[in-house]
């Protein structure tokens, strides 16, 4: 990852649009620790957060400065220098499907102040975003988001959905397998440089994950400054295969039980299993600890491989979330960033309001998998083609989605008769997208 980006002017039209109603677009100096603050805070106010402490401003202003961070400032408030918008982006490391990774456009923190709600300051940020993105030629952009209600405007579609689990441990026994391998407790600390390892080993296996950052690892270990509670709780076990090598690992934390002390309530914060023993130990591990009644776990994969380890599969209930939305922004890069089931070729009606993708594209993929795409004004008759939205064709990008849904939704349109069913082969992708963090 370079950071080339951080330095790349903001966007002039939305400049243009902000300071027509009185209002600041700039690049935030984030070598200015006083004008980071100011923009941190801003920041964690936007979403609800504490004021930061000093501890925690000096590990952010170590750990995220590296990213193009922006503000909206009005200088006639009192406190002028606190922005009243903020954004956060950079480029990062997106696994696609076939055992690679892209570029794309990673946008974060982005919040108007309740005082300067709904006037078009978000929709200035978003198109600034894209159209920065763009710019500097990359093919995608994508985001975690608090409410699902925001993106659909900008083109973003739901890419990658996640589970919430909660386990009722009384019924929660696992299907028996020979027990290999070592168990034990290990610090944060050698979580923090441990695991990053283990999980770059395995982060192309899955579409949908992205790499993740220092500073990420040492919020999950709580070695980070900020929430003393999560630090003082967490616990870590790492799984050692028979030749002593970590596999995995296992964050958590035990709340009590209150009178019936077997009542204890577990949350999994993060589980990382490089293996298939590996992720099976920490599993078992977590589901048997003494006196835990509930196991809880976040942002678990919907095709999760413990529900099949369950001798009793409704010991867990699971509640699926969308997570990553994804945004093409160039549909010949995108397309041919990835790789597919089989031969065909495909045509795609694309509409999109901002432009960036609009048009009429073929994909065609050898035997092999391996694609090509052109622009053309006319489909060719014998193909299979579809008509659909930016936001569309950004959700089934990464195989996790199921076209024929999208159809009986009204999302797509299939232009011949069962290029849906064409679609849906030719997109599939083997490992259901995940992506275990948010940013
Ligand atoms: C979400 C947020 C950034 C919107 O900022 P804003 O400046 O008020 O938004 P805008 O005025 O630019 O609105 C742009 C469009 O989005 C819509 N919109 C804004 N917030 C929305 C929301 N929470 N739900 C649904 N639609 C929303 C507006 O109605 C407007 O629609 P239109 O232009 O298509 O008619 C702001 O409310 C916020 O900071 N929320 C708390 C933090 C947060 O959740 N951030 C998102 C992180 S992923």
Redesign the pocket.
Known sequence: MTNDFSLHPVDLTSAAAIAASGLRYDLVDTSNRAAFEAWFQADSR???GPSMSKEQVDSNFAGVTYRRTIGVWDDRLVAPEVPV?TTSSWTEQLTVPGGQSIDAWA????????T???????????EGELRSAAAMGLPMAM?????S???G?FGFGQAVFAADLTIDTTRASLVAHERRGTLQHVSPTVFVSEAPPVFERIRLATPGQIKVWPLRWEQMAGTAPGDEEYTKNTRVVRFDDESGTPRGFVVYRVKGGGADFTHHKLTVDYLLAETPEAYEALWRFVLEVDLVREVKAELRSIDEPLLWLLSDMRAAQVSPIDHLWLRILDVPASLTARTYSGAAELGFDVSDDLGFAHGRFVLSTDEGGMPQVRPVEEFPATIASVALSVNELSSLYLGGVTVSALVAAGRITELTEGAAAVVERVFHAPTTPWLSIWF
Do not use: D, K, N, Q
């Not at 946008?107 to 309740?114: A, D, G, L, Q, Y």
């Not at 985001?143 to 409410?147: A, C, K, N, Q, R």
């Open positions: 936007g979403f609800h918008a946008i974060s923190s982005v919040t108007v102040s309740p300067h709600r709904r006037r078009g300051i978000a929709r200035s940020l978003l985001l975690t988001v608090s409410e209600t925001i993106y405007r």
